[in-house]
């Protein structure tokens, strides 16, 4: 019997062996189940003595670059600052009508007019400053690497290597370490988010170029042109709509960025306006400020990402007629002796918002705290300290004992042996891992069933290789002090994912079988993947307070939304043939859908889990700033203390469990197209 | 320089392309096992591609060479061996007499500045720019002004018939157009060795039939040295002057299409020209004979250059030899009417 175990059996059977014996001998070796304080190497502080040296000595070459830098960025402010709003949306509605003709003409007045309207005029125009500095140097550097990564092959791994690590690690903690460096102001946020920036500018000049046909580039090389003319007259050129695409994506990282560094603060720019308001619990003026930002990512993404269209040339002449409009009403504004910038129509509007939710959650709060604590108590809680610990009077009406884990555990073992019965070995196995995991509570796992599973389903996914590398970085955590606050990040993000792994399965399943159903999800994705981070804590901070369910729906929101995508798309493209086929042999839509299309659909899927996991995790260390524990607490804590041992340890540890997830659902993805033949 | 008129355009010597891990030394010591075939066998043992194995031929002056072969045979590797496009693992290429493969790249770009050009299956045009721009495009590479370079460009332009288009852009024309300015293109420079990568095998087959009609007919003007590259029989034939068969990285027949035809080596060769009407390809001269015999009671009006298929027109129902005159009319051979009709048979195997 042993002998004809599939791989998933055995791994499973090693899992459930491991989690079985801890949770048995747990209680009188504690060893067991805490990494032992002995045994934990001060990682934090070699790697802030470590990384700090570094730092010093690059210190002066930093302050001066950051001195450098501040004259542009003054310039630019000064000059944005300054320039009549009028003219500015004048100038903002030509480029629309430039790029994208009446639509984004309309979309680029009105979405400044109501920046305007809203009293946020100066803070905004502080906010486009910093984006308006950082986006060309991240264009350039970005588009450096990527030329450099195609044209020295050798390159190519490590450079896309170093862009998955950026990507990865959390947003904060590039903070800490360039605050160190560069001293407190905008030029922190401005070169944090030139870094952030530049990724996506290489990752796409880098695929563009090599998406040149092969015989475009030949074309060039028999045409007789020098290597550099191949290069800037050919095959850039020809790489175009790819690298509009990464200066789409890399204005709207700038953008976020740009006001996620308003945590540094000292510049009055308009997502430091959010904090500030938000944390006055003004929820009126915070969320008009973030709907400026909304406004403004709406905006820059739509004219942007035009870019990358094919689009028909449009009359200068309107553009310049916009323009000169513009000019005459900034003339006009100041002959009259009318300050253009004190527009405020909205003054009023943010307090009544305010009022509103007041209100709202006044009348509503039993409801409200009604949703948030069954949450809570029947979801979240279990799940982070276990159902032994989560059953209370106060919470379940009764407190668990031993009769109870009887029970439970009793049931556990009759739903395993029905399915093992029925010969799904694995699948009962699973369940039995499941079963000990809910029991105990991620948080308190015992740290040999963690590593050997993330090791085991590392075997399952990829093999030795893989594994190695779970168990290695996951050892680095366990070592390093950090064990604890990881399995709180886990546990949030875990829970987040699977939240919005069941959510927005079926939300795609819905969209893909009712055209109606996406026709009202599509631009609700959209707008959800323009927003910037951070303005998702606004509305859940409105409604849910300062916790860990509110951080808990921030993460769903925006991590959702690919989970979606991914699913409806993966559904939709099934080759025609195949439903025909189906068809054919006489199957009903659902029949269809379910034995055709999701097995087909199962790596795209599967990819979009992987994107809901790498965004959980980004918006993490986000949300710490409305109340999570775990690393993200940790780096935020790190940033407001300057503490580069611990902003750079618990980001790296942060980004392993994001690359290890990345690692493990990319395997099966693969595994699955593999066994499709795709 | 080493500009020798007396050598052929090009000349390939012993060429191979092997791709894998360290391809020149395990091709090095491969070549040990003596034969081609004993060394590809050595390489693909160590889990390397030979894709072109031993190549030799030689490209006269103004002769159009076919080289023809099936998917996966090596014939675009070899062109781009001969192009440079990727450097051989071991062997010569001779344009004009000189090894290419030793050239430094600033003679490499010269020598495709001014003496080559090159079409491609998909057309390889550069999406940014109009017709004439590309057309102009080696001209501009060349150091050429604006005025000169929209000047050839609209002769070439014409030369291809696409005189109208010039303001164009690739992804406004259709496959044919396409193909054209990829044409016009390589014609730019007036270079004197052009190469066809399957040129016309993406066109549907009407439109191929017209460029090829339109191909000879420019070649019949400048009289280029061409390697062209199908993997389609009856292009080849019509359109070659000369004709290599390749199969598994290796030329396993060069010869005139009759040959081909007529005289295939094996059965590979032969197996392609099965289906092809061998009366229209073959010519007289192929079953005449040089001894006149005594007895010719008919003259139907052979000449020399008939192909099988007028002259058995002719002889339908003749059973005795016939003359055979050239040009002045004088008699050159005979033929006897039954080897028409036995040379037309297709086999049956």
Request: glycine share 10%; aromatic share 8%; charged share 15%.
């Amino acid at each position: 019997m042993s002998l004809s175990l599939t791989r998933g059996a055995q791994a499973a059977l090693l899992v459930l062996a491991v989690a079985v014996i801890t949770r048995l001998l747990g209680g009188q070796m504690a060893w067991l189940v805490g990494w032992p304080e002995a045994l934990t190497v001060p990682m934090t502080e070699w790697v802030g003595a470590a990384v700090g040296s570094f730092l010093s000595v690059f210190k002066p070459i930093a302050r001066f670059f950051s001195l450098l830098l501040s004259y542009p960025m003054t310039w630019i402010g000064a000059l944005l600052g300054y320039a009549p709003w009028p003219l500015v949306l004048g100038g903002v509605t030509a480029l629309g009508w430039m790029i994208g003709g009446l639509r984004l003409a309309a979309l680029g007045f009105f979405g400044l007019g109501f920046v305007v309207l809203s009293g946020y005029w100066a803070e905004s125009m502080n906010t486009l400053a910093l984006v308006v500095v950082s986006v060309p140097l991240a264009l350039v550097t970005g588009a450096a690497i990527g030329i450099l990564a195609y044209e020295y092959p050798r390159l190519k791994g490590p450079v896309q290597a170093l862009l998955d690590i950026m990507q990865t690690v959390p947003t904060f903690a590039y903070l800490t370490p360039l605050l160190v460096l560069f001293g407190f102001g905008p030029v922190v946020g401005l070169i944090a988010s030139a870094i952030y920036a530049a990724p996506p500018m290489a990752r796409n000049v880098l695929l563009g170029l090599e998406r040149v046909e092969h015989e475009i580039r030949e074309a060039a090389v028999m045409s007789g042109g020098t290597r550099r003319q191949q290069l800037f007259l050919v095959e850039l050129p020809a790489a175009t709509t790819q690298i509009m695409v990464g200066i789409n994506q890399s204005l709207m990282a700038a953008l976020s960025m740009v006001i996620i560094a308003a945590v540094i603060g000292g510049f009055d720019d308009i997502g430091w306006e959010v904090l500030l308001t938000m944390r006055k619990a003004l929820f009126g003026q915070s969320f008009l400020a973030g709907l400026v930002i909304v406004v403004f990512a709406v905006v820059i993404d739509r004219m942007s990402g035009a870019l990358a269209l094919q689009r028909p040339a449009q009359d200068r002449r309107v553009a310049w007629a916009m323009l000169a409009a513009g000019l005459a009403v900034s003339g006009w504004a100041l002959a009259a002796g009318w300050n253009p910038d004190g527009v405020a129509a909205f003054d009023g509007v943010a307090d009544r918002v305010d009022d509103a939710v007041g209100r709202f959650t006044a009348t509503n709060g039993a409801a409200l705290d009604a949703v948030k604590n069954n949450a809570m108590f029947y979801g979240l809680l279990p799940l982070r300290i276990g159902l032994a610990d989560a059953v209370l009077p106060f919470t379940w009406g009764f407190s668990w004992t031993a009769k109870h884990g009887a029970i439970f555990y009793g049931a556990t073992a009759a739903i395993a042996g029905f399915l093992v019965w029925r010969g799904h070995l694995t699948a009962g196995l699973v369940i039995g891992v499941l079963a000990i995991m809910l029991e105990t509570g991620i948080s308190q796992l015992p740290w040999p069933v963690v590593i050997v599973g993330a090791g085991a389903l590392g075997w399952v996914s990829g093999g030795w290789k893989l594994t190695r590398l779970v168990v290695i970085l996951l050892g680095l955590i366990l070592i390093s002090g950090l064990w604890e606050r990881a399995l709180l990040s886990l546990y949030l993000s875990g829970a987040s994912v699977v939240a919005c792994a069941i959510l927005g399965g079926a939300l795609g399943l819905w969209g893909a079988v009712s055209e109606t159903a996406w026709r009202v999800l599509r631009p609700v994705c959209d707008l959800l993947q323009t927003i910037p981070l951070f303005v998702f804590l606004i509305p859940v901070l409105m409604f849910f307070q300062i916790g860990e369910f509110s951080a808990f729906l921030a993460i769903c929101l925006y991590a959702i939304v690919p989970m979606i995508r991914y699913t409806r798309h993966g559904l939709i493209n099934t080759p025609e043939e195949l439903i025909e086929a189906a068809q054919a042999t006489g199957a009903g839509r659902w029949q269809t859908l379910f034995e055709v299309r999701a097995p087909y659909a199962a790596p795209t899927i599967l990819l979009g889990l992987n994107q809901t996991i790498l965004y959980a995790f980004a918006m993490l260390v986000i949300a710490a700033l409305i109340g999570t524990t775990g690393l993200g607490q940790s780096i935020y804590l790190a940033l407001g203390q300057a503490d580069v041992g611990l902003g750079v340890t618990a980001g790296a540890a942060m980004a392993i469990l994001a690359l290890v997830a990345d690692r493990l659902v990319q395997g099966f993805a693969e595994e699955r197209r593999r066994a499709l033949g795709l | 320089m080493t500009k020798n008129s007396s050598a052929p355009a090009i000349a390939v010597e012993d060429l191979w392309q092997v791709f894998g891990p360290n391809a020149t030394a395990a091709l090095r010591d491969a070549r040990g096992a003596g034969s081609p075939q004993a060394t590809a066998e050595a390489l693909e043992n160590k889990g390397l591609i030979p894709a072109v194995r031993d190549a030799r031929f030689e490209v006269r002056s103004g002769e159009l060479f076919v080289i023809m072969g099936l998917s996966g045979s090596g014939k675009s590797t070899l062109v781009r061996c001969i192009s440079l496009l990727v450097t051989p693992t071991a062997g010569a290429v001779r344009i004009d007499g000189e090894d290419i493969l030793q050239a430094s790249e600033k003679r490499l770009i010269e020598l495709r500045r001014h003496k080559l050009g090159m079409v491609f299956q998909h057309f390889g045009l550069f999406p940014h720019m109009s017709v004439a721009d590309n057309v102009g495009f080696p001209l501009k590479m060349q150091g050429a002004g604006k005025a000169e370079r929209r000047k050839r460009a609209m002769e070439v332009i014409e030369l291809v018939g696409l005189e109208g288009r010039e303001d164009a852009y690739p992804r406004e024309l259709s496959g044919g157009q396409r193909q054209r300015v990829g044409i016009a293109r390589s014609l730019a420079v007036n270079p004197d060795i052009w190469f066809l990568d399957e040129p016309f095998s993406a066109l549907d087959p009407l439109i191929r039939r017209q460029l090829q009609d339109e191909f000879l007919h420019i070649q019949a003007t400048l009289k280029k040295s061409i390697v062209f590259i199908t993997h389609d029989i009856t292009e080849a034939l019509k359109l070659a002057d000369r004709i290599a068969i390749m199969k598994d990285g290796e030329i396993v027949q060069i010869g005139t299409p009759e040959e081909i035809v007529l005289r295939p080596v094996n059965d590979y060769v032969a197996e392609f020209s099965k289906d092809v009407a061998k009366g229209r390809h073959a010519r007289v001269e192929s079953v005449m004979l040089r001894d006149l015999p005594t007895h010719m009671p008919d003259d139907p009006g052979l000449r020399i250059g008939m192909t099988l298929d007028t002259a058995l027109a002719k002889c339908m129902s003749l059973y005795e030899p016939v003359p055979v005159r050239d040009g002045t009319g004088t008699v050159v051979g005979a033929v006897q009417p039954a080897d028409l009709a036995a040379a037309l048979q297709v086999d049956e195997g």
